[in-house]
């Protein structure tokens, strides 16, 4: 059964990645054709990540280079699983369903602060998994906590990261005096660079804005598409997680440890997006890659007939859901 059905096909072939790129680069070329008008301007992101002129890309350009950020984020997912054995198999499915996610959502094709905040969200996490009952973890702390600070210049919302990071390295033993001095000055690094920068130059505003920007509120609204794919998210998330933590005896400790706090930092993400639903673009990637990463563990590692039936209703809905997304992009162009 495991090495018939249409679910193993997909998570195990090796023309799979491929098939997903070419089929992501086909979305990408529709929302160029078909949505320039309601393709813009649709995540603030920072007042520093607006500083830098990104609205004022060509719209093709802009198209271009997100999507080029997507696909490092999807790299680095790979790295990530070839790294800690997430996935207990040299994957690139996770991968694969990050690009779909983001397929489906044509709010995220340009350029955005939340391409940017994807990356170094992912890089952290990166090094924090790479701090895991280490002798010395200062150094992976350092890493992790400046990358996420470098990403919160971008989208301030990043910043109520850092406490989760905390609670990773302590479940990981990574956690003492020196390691945690460390991630201090490690998520405090981007910011000296930008307190100097703003004390040089005489603009303090600059540097007070993220702070700012991360406590600001506007009244609590969010349109279809942004609920469809949420509650397409959610239940993918919800499946993901139960399957997880059922089959969590088959893992090894150290990738149970991953797989919580990567659950652990979802539901952090729904949290803060329902939050600031404003900021809710800024933070979709970051979301897209973490159920990514628990969408690859179910469905490579399970093998019944209800899964391949889930899994093909999953691939329909996504479809659906690029319908509806380009669809009301397209009405409202």
Not at 289 to 294: F, T
Request: proline share 4%.
């Amino acid at each position: 059964m495991r090495a018939r059905n249409f679910q193993n096909r997909f998570t195990t072939g090796r023309l799979t990645l491929p098939a997903v790129i070419i089929t992501t680069v086909a979305c990408w070329l529709l929302g160029a054709l078909l949505l320039p008008q309601g393709l813009s301007g649709l995540a603030t992101g920072s007042g520093l990540w607006q500083s830098l002129g990104t609205d004022g890309l060509p719209l093709w350009l802009s198209l271009a280079l997100g999507l080029l950020l997507h696909g490092l984020t999807g790299w680095i997912l790979i790295a990530l699983n070839n790294a800690y054995a997430i996935i207990r198999m040299r994957a690139s499915v996770q991968t694969a369903f990050y690009l779909l996610f983001v397929a489906a959502c044509p709010l995220l094709y340009q350029l955005q602060a939340g391409n940017a905040g994807a990356i170094a969200c992912m890089a952290a996490l990166y090094f924090l998994l790479g701090s895991y009952r280490q002798r010395q973890p200062e150094s992976m702390l350092f890493y992790a906590f400046a990358l996420l600070g470098t990403g919160s210049l971008a989208v301030p919302q990043l910043t109520l990261l850092v406490p989760v990071f905390w609670i990773g390295a302590y479940n990981f033993r990574a956690l003492r005096f020196k390691s945690f001095c460390a991630s201090l000055l490690g998520w405090w690094l981007p910011y000296w660079f930008l307190l100097g920068h703003a004390y040089f130059h005489g603009q303090m505003e600059l540097f007070c804005q993220p702070f700012r920007e991360l406590v600001s509120f506007a009244p609590w609204s969010m349109d279809y598409p942004t609920l469809l794919t949420l509650g397409y998210l959610l239940v993918l998330f919800a499946v993901a997680t139960a399957h997880c933590l059922a089959t969590g005896y088959e893992d090894k400790i150290r990738t149970r440890s991953y797989l919580h706090f990567v659950i652990l930092l979802c539901v952090c993400l729904f949290a803060y997006i329902a939050w600031q639903p404003a900021k809710g673009a800024d933070l979709l990637p970051v979301l897209l890659a973490g159920i990514g990463i628990l969408a690859g563990h179910l469905f490579a590692l399970s093998s019944t007939r209800a899964s391949n039936v889930f899994f093909i209703l999953a691939l329909a809905a996504l479809f659906l859901l690029f319908s509806f997304n380009a669809w009301t992009l397209w009405q409202t162009a």
